[in-house]
């Protein structure tokens, strides 16, 4: 063999363990998610990218983005769809701007009244959902339910035509609940999650709906001095790869990181409901102001959600056949269990 030969098959064989070694060498998943920094949610993705990392097969390094760094939801997903993150925690609003369906599960206030209602009906919604995601370049890991939002305002507000009268935060990018709220008096301002707190503090909003977890993480308790303590609507979601990335991962990282993800889910929605009380405790001891609802208070809220939002919301913000299903199966959920789920 000549002495070039020898250099070309040195060549060769140099570029092929290089390729073989960038096949094994680690992939980076980034991941935005709404939980504040250092939440038990945060420290929980945390804990997954390290099992993430030491999956079999070469194992992912995962970033995380949180506290709403990367935008809203609608933000995230279109980084998302450009391939500027590969990965994210969407609350089932955010996967409804993907496969509306899912907008059933968190979409209608006072719908649910309880965890277990969630997630009976989600159980039933999850296959159709999931296939849709997929159809779209979406894998869901897991699924978790967080709790319930509250109202969070700066003046007492115990009735729908308290809150009606305030300036109400919303999600900049959630023109079919600004359209909505606009249409039945109230007073929607869209902003970025990221501002809420200031928007709170300058008085530019004056009542926010959020986990009091959330609350307490994100600071709104300086800002705002009662809560309702009204079960307005479910806060659940799941954790989502793309599926090009998803598909591009060895098998045994993949079966190796669902579990884990599974495994955080879990985490998170024991988080949440441990977690409820004693935020809404420590907000207290700081001056926070909870008021009970009464069950005429309560009447009066569904009959408001009943006769007043879910005409508006059926077949706008949630599409009607989901709905109706959603209906559907809470009345079979309250028959088995033998009450209203509460």
């Given at each position: 063999m000549s002495s070039r030969s020898y250099k070309n098959l040195l060549f060769c064989c140099s570029m092929l363990a290089f390729v073989c070694s960038s096949a094994v060498a680690q992939s980076t998943i980034r991941l935005a998610s709404l939980a504040p920094q250092g939440s038990s949610f945060?420290?929980?993705?945390?804990?997954?990218?390290?099992?993430?990392?030491?999956?079999?097969?070469?194992?992912?390094?995962?970033?995380?983005?949180?506290?709403g760094?990367?935008?809203?939801?609608?933000?995230?997903?279109?980084?998302?769809?450009?391939?500027?993150?590969?990965?994210?925690?969407?609350?089932?609003?955010?996967?409804?701007?993907?496969?509306?369906?899912?907008?059933?599960?968190?979409?209608?206030?006072?719908?649910?009244?309880?965890?277990?209602?969630?997630?009976?009906v989600r159980q039933h919604l999850q296959a159709s959902i999931e296939h849709n995601m997929e159809e779209r370049g979406f894998v869901v890991l897991a699924w978790s339910t967080l709790g319930f939002a509250k109202h969070f305002s700066k003046q007492p507000a115990l009735l729908p035509a308290d809150f009606l009268r305030m300036k109400m935060f919303v999600g900049e990018?959630?023109?079919?609940?600004?359209?909505?709220?606009n249409s039945i008096g109230g007073h929607p301002v869209g902003?970025?999650?990221?501002?809420?707190?200031?928007?709170?503090?300058?008085?530019?909003?004056?009542?926010?709906?959020?986990?009091?977890?959330?609350?307490?993480a994100s600071q709104y308790n300086t800002a705002v001095t009662n809560m309702l303590d009204l079960k307005w609507a479910p806060v659940s979601g799941a954790i989502v790869v793309l599926k090009k990335t998803w598909d591009g991962l060895p098998e045994a990282s993949r079966d190796a990181m669902r579990k884990s993800a599974v495994t955080a889910a879990a985490d998170m929605q024991t988080a949440g409901f441990s977690e409820d009380a004693a935020a809404v405790a420590a907000m207290q001891k700081?001056?926070?102001?909870?008021?009970?609802?009464?069950?005429?208070?309560?009447?009066?809220?569904?009959?408001?959600?009943?006769?007043?939002?879910?005409?508006?919301m059926r077949g706008t913000m949630v599409p009607a056949d989901a709905f109706d299903q959603v209906q559907q199966?809470?009345?079979?959920?309250r028959k088995k269990s033998g009450g209203s789920g509460l």
């Open positions: 945060h420290r929980i993705l945390l804990k997954m990218g390290q099992d993430w990392k030491a999956a079999p097969g070469g194992g992912v390094t995962l970033i995380v983005y949180p506290g760094v990367m935008g809203d939801e609608v933000a995230v997903i279109k980084r998302l769809r450009v391939g500027q993150l590969q990965a994210a925690t969407l609350t089932s609003a955010g996967i409804g701007e993907i496969d509306p369906e899912a907008k059933a599960l968190e979409e209608i206030p006072l719908m649910y009244h309880s965890i277990a209602e969630v997630d009976y990018n959630d023109l079919p609940e600004i359209k909505l709220l902003l970025n999650w990221t501002t809420a707190l200031q928007a709170l503090q300058t008085g530019m909003v004056e009542e926010v709906p959020t986990l009091p977890e959330f609350a307490l700081r001056g926070l102001q909870v008021h009970a609802v009464t069950p005429q208070m309560e009447a009066q809220w569904q009959k408001f959600a009943a006769d007043v939002i879910w005409p508006k199966l809470l009345v079979e959920y």
